[in-house]
């Protein structure tokens, strides 16, 4: 996509984006009080980094959300006490611990999610199907745009950068080390 000669060109669009991000959270908050246990929004990033990294150690889980190894052992203590996620010694590195969903883990990332696709719907169905359409594309030149590589980024020509937390619609990859 070529880009604009003046700079802040994508600053009105960036807005809108901004905007439309503040609204889906409020549309992600809805409907939440029937999924239990509550969790909150650090837990459920939580939630989703084990989900897309299965097996993750804690201090590759705290890189995944940006957190200092003390936080992530507190947050993991929390979500295990609340039965969603389980730490268990590695098989093969006596040192290691992972960090795996439980099936109520899963089950309450699952009602998330359709809940999450229920008041979607539910917005979508007032849309004009040409308004619909248009934005899917959208949001698909966005994720592709959000998972290339940065102007900022040092690494060799052709290689991307890793994909924005919760962009990815493929696992994470993540370290299995120390």
Same mark, same amino acid.
């Given at each position: 996509?070529?880009?604009?000669?003046?700079?802040?060109?994508?600053?009105? !669009? #960036?807005?809108?984006?901004?905007?439309?991000?503040? =609204? *889906? +959270? $409020?549309?992600? @908050?809805? /409907?939440?009080?029937?999924? &239990? !246990? #509550?969790?909150?929004?650090?837990?459920?990033?939580? =939630? *989703? +980094? $084990?989900?897309? @990294?299965? /097996?993750?150690?804690?201090? &590759?889980?705290?890189?995944?959300?940006?957190?200092?190894?003390?936080?992530?052992?507190?947050?993991?203590?929390?979500?295990?006490?609340?039965?969603?996620?389980?730490?268990?010694?590695?098989?093969?590195?006596?040192?290691?611990?992972?960090?795996?969903?439980?099936?109520?883990?899963?089950?309450?990332?699952?009602?998330?999610?359709?809940?999450?696709?229920?008041?979607?719907?539910?917005?979508?169905?007032?849309?004009?199907?040409?308004?619909?359409?248009?934005?899917?594309?959208?949001?698909?030149?966005?994720?592709?745009?959000?998972?290339?590589?940065?102007?900022?980024?040092?690494?060799?020509?052709?290689?991307?950068?890793?994909?924005?937390?919760?962009?990815?619609?493929?696992?994470?990859?993540?370290?299995?080390?120390?």
């Amino acid at each position: 996509m070529p880009r604009p000669a003046r700079s802040g060109a994508y600053e009105e !669009p #960036a807005a809108a984006l901004a905007a439309a991000a503040e =609204l *889906l +959270a $409020v549309l992600h @908050a809805r /409907g939440q009080d029937e999924v &239990a !246990p #509550a969790v909150s929004p650090s837990q459920l990033r939580a =939630l *989703l +980094a $084990v989900e897309g @990294a299965e /097996g993750v150690n804690l201090r &590759a889980l705290g890189e995944l959300l940006g957190s200092r190894p003390p936080s992530v052992t507190r947050l993991c203590d929390r979500l295990e006490a609340m039965g969603l996620l389980v730490r268990s010694p590695h098989p093969s590195r006596r040192r290691e611990v992972e960090v795996r969903l439980t099936p109520r883990g899963r089950a309450l990332l699952d009602e998330q999610r359709a809940v999450r696709v229920r008041e979607l719907s539910a917005v979508l169905g007032r849309m004009a199907p040409a308004a619909v359409d248009s934005l899917v594309a959208g949001l698909a030149a966005f994720r592709e745009a959000a998972a290339g590589p940065t102007p900022a980024d040092s690494s060799p020509a052709g290689a991307c950068a890793p994909p924005a937390p919760g962009l990815s619609s493929a696992p994470a990859r993540v370290p299995d080390s120390a």
